[in-house]
């Protein structure tokens, strides 16, 4: 929040500005906020949102269909004004009255009061509803003066459709209030939130720490606890709110796990698998659960689960179709989905027994492979920092995955008797599926081609390991395009091919020729420094690397080395 906008003073307006152009068929800027676009719907009940800027979706997001017909936006977690209030409102009414919509704080409490009183002077019948969501702001016998965070969002989402539906004021107002009694949220913070402008977080969390009970201003949580995995977050999430749960409470939930503006989708929805899990176990039944940003709070790193223990009318507000900007859901399909057949998983390699020299070598290389997956983990970082130079750093992690899956499958595949190609086969697809990348797909073809030439029966010769790695070298190039000199693991691979079958083809010893071509390959890979890449993710930054061995040739080389070593102490 402090890189493109160093002004605090004036962040609503601009941003307010900048959002209605970027959404002009959802909503119209009015002084104050925005209001749902279109002709106004006359009679129905008009939904006004609100409060400080610094939490999108909410609240300028979640207006339009089925949700708000107004929010009211004031500066970043500042209240909006009571003036601003009353505008937002006047524009959004047609006629049916104005349910005022927000989280209980002290500074929207007494500006929204005064909107409201204001728009009752002027005939406008206008009623509050206060979400009181925040279980770690206040016990449960207090529950008037807990604050609002992410159960925002169901309480709005339950009024608007409640008004979508065309109920009277008298109706929507209950309805967010029952929404508002059967809401209950929890948080925790990783690390803080930068307002525009500055040069620090407004709160620190300690390292390796997590803080409990957050809010969504800025403020820290009620205690700190040491930092967790995601299954400890997902249990302490879950028991906190079923320790809340309403005494005549049935078993059908809706769930949102909200982001609050720097904890990624991805490790939402790893945190949402756990917590599915924990709701299950619990005997409920998740309606329509909802994983993303709906209340942030600028760049805090956290995230929200918000439970809303639903009753018939409840989950049919929950359910029904929205149209925001930043909320949308669809109605459910009327009719059954039809059972969809599934294809079988992608056949793995099958299990062809060697015969006891080939499964003499399946020993061997399995060896190999153990030493070489020590050999990738004792050199994962520096691999990881030689890749960042000019990459994305992964090198290492990705290498490590492999050979970790690699090994997994060839010890199973070497327990049921399997022969050298057998087993270097399945340890080949096994690190292309783990590994993922470039790195993982030319690593599985190039050891899968070399699996093809030793066979399942009969020992590994000479002359079948010449041919298997001169099939790696093929495989490699043909699938990934690169060729010396472009500073890849090709840099690499073609001296430790074309000094192993050389010396292979003059009648040399197999496993002394192997030793000298690692060696070569090494000294290849070393030279890497002096080159630009020519493909690749480090292409665009290729000045950057020049003086900085490729990742992927120094790989091979260790890898080549390792070997190397393994079978001259085989071999004596």
Known sequence: MTRLYADPARFSEDQLRGFAAAHPEHVTLVPGGVIRSGPPRHGRVAVVVGGGSGHYPAFSGLVGGGLAAGAVVGNIFTSPSSRQAESVARAADTGGGVLFCFGNYAGDRMNFGMAQARLRDAGIDTRTVLVTDDVASAPADRRGERRGIAGD??????????????????DVEAAARRANDATHSFGIAFAGCTMPGADAPLFTVPEGKMAIGLGIHGEPGVEDADMADAPTVAGILVRRLLAERPATAGTRVAAVLNGLGATKYEELFLLWGHIARELSAAGLTVVRP?????????????????????????????????????????????????????????PGTPLVQGDEASRDAADTILTVLRGVRTALHDAAAELGRIDAVAGDGDHGRGMTKGVDAAVR????????????????????DAWADEAGGTSGVLWGVGLRALARQLGDTGPVDAARAAAG???????????????????????????????FTAAVGRGDDAVAAFGRAAAEAGSAAQATAALTPRLGRARPLAERSIGTPDAGALSLALCARTAAELLDQHAK
């Open 153 to 170: 969002f169901t309480v709005f989402k339950v009024a608007g459709a409640a008004a979508e539906e065309g109920l009277a004021l008298d």
């Open 290 to 346: 909802e994983v993303g940003e709906l209340v942030t709070s600028l760049d805090m790193a956290a995230c929200s689960l918000t439970l809303m223990w639903l009753d018939d009318d409840l989950e049919r507000w929950w359910c029904a179709p929205a149209d925001a900007p930043g909320f949308r859901r669809l109605p459910l399909p009327e009719v059954p989905a039809v059972p969809r057949t599934l294809p079988d998983a992608v």
């Open 409 to 428: 499958a060839a010890e199973q595949a070497h327990d049921r008797g399997a022969g050298a190609r057998c087993l270097l086969s399945t340890a080949a």
């Open 469 to 499: 790695v001169r099939a790696a070298l093929d495989a490699v190039t043909s699938l990934g395009g690169a060729e010396p000199g472009d500073k890849t693991l090709v840099d690499a691979l073609v001296p430790l091919v074309e000094t």
